[in-house]
């Protein structure tokens, strides 16, 4: 009899946490998977939006290009170099600009020429929203928190999933996907496979 209460309460918790959290878990995990790539399609991005350099013989000096940014934004004598890193693929430097208000501006430079090829505000580049939205969910602190709630209630939800799991009584049919069976009963043998893969 208690075997059976817990696991009519582990079925109760299993299927409203999942419903709960489920939303969130799959936004976080399709952005997870994006940002897997984010270095390689940020530069696409970049280079579509600000074209690519023709190599030359001879680059100017890191010097000389935070000098010409410094000249081309001196009405922001508040905004300070930050970072400077070249992009390899695009063959152009990305100087950041740190403004007082604690965002960043990228300032894209062509390091033959010194020519200003672009800008953008680091925190409205896509990349960025997407980084947002996988940790904060775009609310900032509250979606933190939501996110952080999210991931306890996954735990419980892959404890519950154990507790339910249908191999504990025999195990062959723990792993055993009818195919042929109604398209409800395959939808729950692939979960209960699935899911007992994941955990496991």
């Known amino acids: 009899m208690k075997s059976r209460k817990l696991r009519n309460l582990a079925f109760t918790l299993h299927r409203y946490i999942g419903l709960a959290v489920g939303i969130i878990l799959t936004i976080v995990g399709l952005t997870g998977s994006l940002l897997v790539f984010e270095h390689e399609m940020d530069e696409w991005a970049i280079q579509q939006r600000f074209g690519h350099v023709v190599p030359q ?13 410094k000249l081309a934004y001196i009405n922001h004598p508040d905004w300070q170099v930050g970072q400077v890193e070249m992009l390899p693929k695009q063959e152009f430097y990305n100087i950041r600009l740190n403004r007082p208000d604690d965002t960043q501006w990228e300032v894209f430079v062509n390091p033959y020429t010194g020519a200003i090829m672009g800008d953008r505000q680091r925190e409205t580049a896509l990349f960025s929203r997407v980084v947002d939205l996988h940790y ?19 735990v419980i939800l892959s404890i519950t999933g154990i507790v339910l799991w249908s191999g504990w009584q025999r195990l062959i049919s723990g792993f055993k996907i ?9 939808n729950y043998d692939i979960h209960k496979v699935a899911g007992i893969r994941v955990v496991g």
Request: charged content about 15%; hydrophobic content about 50%; glycine content about 10%.
């Open 136 to 154: 904060a969910l775009l609310l900032g602190k509250t979606g933190t928190v939501i996110v952080g709630i999210a991931a306890l209630l996954l």
């Open 57 to 69: 013989e001879q680059r100017l000096s890191t010097g000389t290009l935070v000098d010409n940014v």
């Open 178 to 186: 009818k195919w042929n069976a109604h398209v409800k009963r395959v």
